[in-house]
């Protein structure tokens, strides 16, 4: 009976995968573009979160606003009921 190894990641490539992965890569766009790729890759993500963390304040912003606009409607809404009521109570008696 013989043990199979079976690995815990098996869409991760490993050592020698790697390499040869790497060594595709040089052929495909040569050493000298290679850190170019790298840098723009490395700028795209930074560009990806900063937007990510706009939109994150954004919604917090929003979530805030709109939990203040619910308490100020709250109150304008006893307010004007409280208005109503005495403005109305003159004319019934009228």
């Known amino acids: ?32 573009k290679i850190p170019k790729l790298a840098r723009s890759t490395g700028q795209a993500m930074g560009e990806f979160k900063r937007g990510r963390e706009e939109i994150e304040e954004e919604l917090k912003e929003g979530a805030e606003e709109s939990g203040s606009s619910t308490e100020t409607a709250e109150t304008s809404t006893s307010e004007t009921s409280t208005t109503e009521t005495s403005t109305t109570e003159p004319e019934k008696s009228s």
Do not use: K, T
């Open 1 to 32: 009976m013989q043990n199979a190894i079976v690995p815990l990641f098996p869409g991760l490539p490993g050592g020698p995968e790697l390499l040869i992965v790497l060594f595709v890569l040089v052929l495909l766009f040569g050493a000298n």
